[in-house]
């Protein structure tokens, strides 16, 4: 089956663009993650703590909402494409930038300190990408494949995850701890920055906006539609509801997606005694399982709609996640590398639907202001774990902690899945543009007839 049926040469690129483009996209945001952990004292001293490592992933985590608002609102105003190109030539340049970045040897501090203030850039531009890119190719999507493709675009995420594992692993084994450490890891981040470069080059050549899309952005600004209160509008106007529905869903899995990749890949060496190579497998593996799901999980989505699927994978979460963490983590009775890959797939899988939820609820000209925005605002909070997480500790115990967060993620995203719109399949046969519009004159009618009631 084909993805792109029946369109023209430039949509079908930006829909192979916004799926291999999230693949780069989640290169960059994994780096840091995995790649740069077993090196972690070559840059910040021999006596690097966790707090270094967690600091280098919070700047890229908290440029990400900054970046959202500011390419969001120039996405909505000159175009998807323009501005996905400036996005990646920006994450490219950080990339690039951190291979090179001198040792703690040779300059101390400034060494750790100018990578986190490289990653936060990097933030910016990784949000302006997803926040252009994502929102066009739903744009040019077929509606009935729409949540298959929201659904490969997602699972790009754990794709790269599994790539940074293993190929990190291949360079430890390949070069020796001590030689990865000292300067291994620069080849990481080298070949991240060169497949941005490629990225570009393929946007720059074969992709373009589409033209129902600019029509209608164009004819919503003549008519002063709302977009002219930019963001204003989308976090406290008319998009307000729409906006912090999927404020609190999307902060349900980014609780649970910190609990089980970034938190995990920590314990996985401190608790269950793992070596850095052994922890790259065991996330690798996890992430191959969570991509083989999420691919299909937008497409369940479309199939039994878009409340129900959020409703019933937030209860699973809520309920099978804590059980599997104590199971894996805390007792031990289930094989870490399949406690794992089973703690991701119940959890993270939940993105699948996500690309094409969020496009589906703002209308063209505040599509990627609305999309980006709730997409990374949300992360802010669940990103500060290495901050909040110690005095949940204190009260519900060293893995008592983690559960409890895993149950308010999918209690979260359960929750704020019911209060969005059915989106039942029938309703998303349309494209999303018209979907979109739909939503938003039934919202304003609802809105009008209570103020008259």
């Given at each position: 089956m084909t993805l792109?049926p ?13 799926v ?25 001293g ?8 967690a ?5 890229t985590?908290l440029?990400?909402?900054i970046?959202?608002?500011v ?7 000159i ?14 340049a ?14 101390g501090v400034?060494?750790?300190s100018?990578?986190v203030?490289?990653r936060?850039?990097?933030g910016v ?12 190719a739903?744009?040019?999507s ?10 490969l ?11 940074i594992?293993?190929v ?33 080059g ?13 029509r209608q ?18 976090l406290?106007g ?13 902060t349900?899995l980014?609780l ?14 401190a608790?269950?005694g ?12 996890a992430?191959?399982?969570q ?6 999980t ?9 409340r129900?699927?959020?409703i ?6 809520a309920?099978?996640?804590p059980?599997l ?9 289930i094989?870490v ?7 991701q ?10 690309g ?24 802010v909070?669940?990103?500060l ?12 115990g ?11 993620g ?11 719109p ?19 004159e039934?919202s304003?009618?609802?809105a009008?007839?209570g103020?008259?009631s």
């Open positions: 792109v029946g369109l023209p040469p430039a949509g079908r690129a930006a829909v192979r663009g916004g291999i483009g999230n693949y780069v996209d989640q290169l960059s945001i994994f780096l840091p993650v995995v790649a740069l952990a077993p090196a972690l004292a070559t840059l910040a021999p006596h690097a703590g966790v707090t270094a490592g600091s280098v992933i919070v700047a985590l440029g990400r909402p970046g959202s608002m390419f969001g609102r120039l996405s909505d105003r175009g998807r494409t323009r501005t996905t190109k400036v996005a990646i030539a920006g994450t490219a950080c990339s690039l930038a951190i291979a090179v970045v001198p040792t703690h040897e040779s300059i400034l060494a750790i100018t990578v203030l490289l936060f850039i990097g531009f990784l949000a302006g990408e997803y926040t252009s890119a994502i929102p066009l739903m744009e040019w077929v509606p009935r494949r729409r949540g298959l493709v929201s659904g675009i997602m699972s790009m995420a754990p794709w790269a995850q599994s790539t594992a293993f990190t692993a291949a360079l430890i084994a390949l070069l020796g701890p001590e030689t990865y450490a000292a300067w291994g890891w620069r080849l990481v981040f080298a070949a991240g920055g060169a497949a941005g470069l490629a990225l570009l393929y946007y720059s050549s074969r992709v373009a906006d589409a033209p129902h899309v600019v952005r164009e004819r919503a600004a003549e008519e002063g539609a709302p977009a002219a209160l930019g963001l204003r509008a989308v406290g008319h998009y307000a509801g729409a906006f912090w529905q999927m404020f609190g869903l999307m349900g980014w649970m997606t910190n609990m089980v990749v970034i938190l995990a890949t920590g314990r996985l060496g608790d269950a793992l070596t850095g190579s052994r922890i790259a497998v065991v996330m690798g593996v992430a191959v399982a991509a083989l799901v999420m691919s299909v937008g497409h369940l989505s479309t199939v039994v709609g878009r129900r699927f959020f019933a994978w937030g209860l699973v979460a309920v099978a996640a059980l963490w104590w199971g894996t983590l805390a007792a031990g009775v094989p590398i399949v406690g794992i890959a089973l703690l797939v119940i959890t993270v899988c939940g993105y699948g639907p996500v094409a939820y969020l496009c589906e609820r703002f209308p063209a000209h505040v599509r990627s202001t609305g999309y980006g925005t709730a997409y990374s605002l949300s992360i909070a669940p990103a774990w290495p901050w909040w997480l110690p005095t949940v500790e204190g009260a519900l060293h893995d008592g902690s983690v559960a409890a967060v895993l149950v308010v999918g209690l979260l995203v359960a929750g704020c899945g019911a209060l969005g059915r989106l039942a399949p029938a309703e998303l046969d349309r494209d999303v543009e018209s979907l979109a519009r739909a939503r938003d039934a304003s009618e609802a009008f007839a103020g008259h």
